[in-house]
């Protein structure tokens, strides 16, 4: 397994959306819709939205333009705008996961609802604020222009043979959207192939002439792209595929690349294979008549069931406090993880044990680190974050117990309360709330950015070397950049995610 090093918030986030995210029950077990699979529909997206590649030039890719090319021809069909509204629906998106993230994760989903392999998984995109060329290939086009754009998108004749192949082992031709294509009006979507799993079954049926893919055997010669690609190279790419395993491997390191066409301007983490063996959640903080309340939690794959885990940490320099071997408390729990579909597919499992430490503001913190007792004679396993331990931040956080949850007649919102050492009399603060939900009818679904002032907090006077600010913030922002400048001093918090820690903020009327 895979050792994570904290703080990292995008590497962070990706383990968690694609281990933790719901983004999956929409594809698990691979159900249909709109005559199609929801599936499919996810797939076909991210092809379609990466297609604006150009190798030559280093533009373009998965960048979420698609959500600007939706009036394009090559973009018609009936899951295109239902796909993004999903993607939208789920609020997936942070100041640093962006809509080409989440496209490119559902694309993993999609393959793995319907039985396919698991896609490794990297994150940081970044969304196009326009659209891009005009370079998705056609049915109606030759042989020539095909190779041309999938040489263009980053492949070459035998993976481009490969890739629509696998592409087309989900889904079908939908009638309304391709009249010319599939002519028999009976017919709502025309499938690729028999089954709706993704299998090789597109291949084997291929092969033994009995395929219905309407873009191999359709009336229509002229788009019948399916045949010209399949055969260009007498079929050797295809029998190649007929072994289910090789279908799969071939398959997931091709969509791996497809999902990782992105600008050449763009860094994305490594790939993902495997659930971190150790994530901590960011910890959450509150001050209170001389002692700090830190909330943290560490998630721990394939835990043993007589596991005991205890969370430990040391003074600040020069303070002794705590006994040499730090300060202790025990886990107050711990919660089975439900993982996504690929988790439950590679066949691990985790518990998140939670931790709510008391410690003393005057001798402080400067690291904390776990221990795992196994309770069996083996060593106890020591987590901390390779050697470092795991540093919080002291000098400025949000306080989750002075924070609020605030139900009034009229409307609910967040009363944010900061705590920031020093003075305030000179003190200015600010801060932007990102809301990932677009309340947009159509796309483009694009995140709002809202700049906040925080006044002194008259309800929370000065305490402990603390001051304390404060803003009232709509429940619908997700994530809080925050900046305060005390005289020469500036604290700043990024990427605060207020819907995670608003779970601890206490409800008010
Ligand atoms: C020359 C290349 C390609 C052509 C001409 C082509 C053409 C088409 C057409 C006309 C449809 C019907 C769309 C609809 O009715 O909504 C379709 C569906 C689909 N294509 Fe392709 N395609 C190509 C390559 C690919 C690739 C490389 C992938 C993915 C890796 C892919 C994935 C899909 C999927 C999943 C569907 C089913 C969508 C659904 O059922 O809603 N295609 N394709």
Known sequence: LSTFQWPNPLLSYADNQLYESDLDSFVAGC????????????????YHDMSTHDVDSGTGGLDASIMYELDRPQNVGEGMVQSLQDFNGFGLTTPF???????????????VGCGGPVVPYSAGRVDATVAGPATVPEPQQDLASHIESFRQQGFNETEMI???????????????????????????????????????TIVSQYLQNTTQDVLVVGPNVTTQSDLRIFSSDGNVTMQSLLS??????????????MLNTVPSTVNLTDPITDPFQYVINDPLLSYQNGT????????????????????LWADQQG??????TGCSVQSSGSQPVFFTIVGVAQGFTASRYFFNAKINATSSISKFWFEINNNDGSDPVIVDNGGSGFVPSLSSFVDVTRSEQVFSETSVFFKVVMAVS??????????????????????????TTTSMTLELDDTNPPEGGFTFFTANVSTSVTFLDITVNVGSTTFTIDNFNLRTASDFFASVT
């Open 31 to 46: 159900p249909g819709r709109d005559n199609t699979t929801v599936s499919a529909q996810w797939l076909r997206i991210a």
């Open 97 to 111: 996961f962006g809509m080409a993230d989440v496209i490119a994760l559902g694309a993993v989903f999609a393959v």
């Open 162 to 200: 490969a890739l629509v192949a696998c592409g087309h082992t989900l889904g079908g031709v939908r009638q309304v959207d391709f009249p010319l294509i599939v002519t028999d009006t009976s017919i709502d979507v025309d499938t690729f192939d028999t089954t709706t799993a993704f299998d090789s």
């Open 244 to 257: 289910v395993e090789t279908f799969s491997d071939t398959c997931a390191a091709l969509f791996q690349r």
């Open 292 to 311: 700090f309340t830190m909330l943290t939690a560490l998630r721990v794959v394939n835990p043993s069931a007589s596991a005991t885990v205890t969370m």
């Open 319 to 324: 303070a002794s406090f705590c006994p040499s």
């Open 422 to 447: 020093g003075d305030a009399a000179s003190a200015t603060a600010s801060m932007t709330g990102f809301e990932a939900l677009s309340t947009a009818t159509a796309p483009p679904f694009t995140p």
